[in-house]
């Protein structure tokens, strides 16, 4: 497969970090941004340059948009304030263990449990330059995994099933954006206690 290679220019780079930045900045929500980024390495070329360029670029829009996930805990401590968990958990972001929690929750693909400890992080008004100097080298770190892999995947599949590779990431990208916007929209509060009900009458039928 012949790439017309070329450097990616700033303004494509903007491109990147803008779309990684406002994916992000939704908690538990938010597009595929590092599939969105191999796009453009298909389309412009995948060089070395080019590949550190963007997992550069969409890892630190990644990170930098959790700022505003921030800002939302701090909205949230006024009506959080009688809590009771909060004691609990101002004491767990003040301790050694919040950091290797964030850097590792950060990376994880499809869960945003990252989201929660920006917010809880907001809330209890922890460090943000603190939090944003682990989770900037995290999100780089995400994007170095997941860029390659998806470019790889994507490339060998086009070559299988004969199609453009760009074509085949964009439908791809169109997918899990759709695929997102399903899930968001399913009431897990209420499949959960339907499973969790239905768990608890097993165990009281066993038990009987």
Do not use: C
């Not at 303004?11 to 970090?17: E, Q």
């Not at 994007?143 to 590779?165: M, T, V, Y």
């Amino acid at each position: 497969m012949n790439f017309n290679l070329m450097t990616i220019s700033v303004s494509i780079l903007i491109i990147i970090f803008t779309i990684s930045f406002i994916s992000n900045i939704i908690p538990f929500a938010g597009t595929p941004y590092t599939l969105i980024a191999t796009n453009f390495l298909i389309a412009f070329g995948m060089t070395a340059e080019n590949l550190i360029l963007v997992i550069i670029i969409s890892g630190v829009g990644a990170a930098l948009s959790k700022s505003l996930t921030y800002l939302f805990g701090i909205a949230l401590r006024k009506p959080l304030h009688k809590n009771k968990n909060l004691p609990l958990l101002d004491k767990f972001v003040k301790s050694k263990y919040f950091p290797l929690a964030l850097f590792i929750t950060a990376i994880i693909p499809g869960l945003p449990l990252d989201d929660y400890l920006y917010i809880g992080g907001g809330i209890t008004r922890v460090s943000l330059m603190k939090m944003l100097l682990i989770t900037v080298p995290s999100k780089i770190l995400k994007s170095a995994i997941e860029i390659p892999i998806e470019l790889f995947g994507i490339i060998k599949i086009s070559n299988i099933i004969d199609i453009n590779p760009l074509f085949l990431s964009i439908g791809l990208t169109v997918l899990f954006i759709i695929l997102g916007i399903v899930l968001i929209k399913i009431d897990w509060h209420s499949i959960y206690w339907k499973i969790a009900q239905k768990y608890l009458n097993n165990r009281k039928s066993n038990f009987l």
